[in-house]
């Protein structure tokens, strides 16, 4: 019987093989774009069957199995709302749109309607760059939403 591999089963062979390999490596050695490796390893992630942690500069790496590297860039809390995303882009001033799902541990699609309605509120702003990237960074209502969650917390 022929058995037919999938991109996402050959990132899973690849990434067992090496341990742990970072994303523009693994995108080479698949003779694929960096895009696709993280939009395969993303699902992965969600299943267990690979992580990716995210260094404080560079590229993501991803780890075999789903185990996690240890480091200040790497923290993974699961959220229900959308102020989780105030909380984390508190300690970032631009925010890369899939490094923000993963640290959230949530859905593109709630990002995205998130993202909608803060971009409403003024509290963000996202710009996509030339690679279809999409970019967050703080608006001018962000301080004070952010003082408002903090309250919240407080009390």
Do not use: C
């Not at 699902?43 to 260094?55: A, D, E, H, S, W």
Request: no cysteine; proline share 3%; hydrophobic share 40%.
């Amino acid at each position: 019987m022929k058995v037919i591999m999938t991109g996402p089963d050959f990132l899973i062979e690849l990434v067992n093989k090496e341990g742990k390999i970072p994303i523009p490596v693994a995108a080479k050695k698949l003779n694929v774009n960096r895009a696709q490796i993280t939009a395969w390893a993303e699902v992965l992630t969600r299943k267990g069957v690979v992580g990716i942690y995210y260094p404080l500069a560079g590229d993501g790496v991803l780890t075999k199995g789903g185990v996690k590297l240890t480091g200040a860039e790497n923290t993974v809390k699961e959220t229900k709302t959308s102020d989780d995303l105030i909380l984390l882009m508190k300690e970032h001033t631009f925010l890369k749109f899939d490094k923000a799902v993963n640290k959230l541990v949530i859905e593109p699609d709630t990002l995205k309607k998130w993202v909608k309605e803060l971009e409403e509120e003024d509290v963000i702003e996202s710009e996509t760059y030339f690679f279809g990237d999409i970019g967050l960074m703080k608006s001018n209502n962000f301080l004070n939403k952010l003082e408002e969650i903090e309250g919240k917390k407080k009390g």
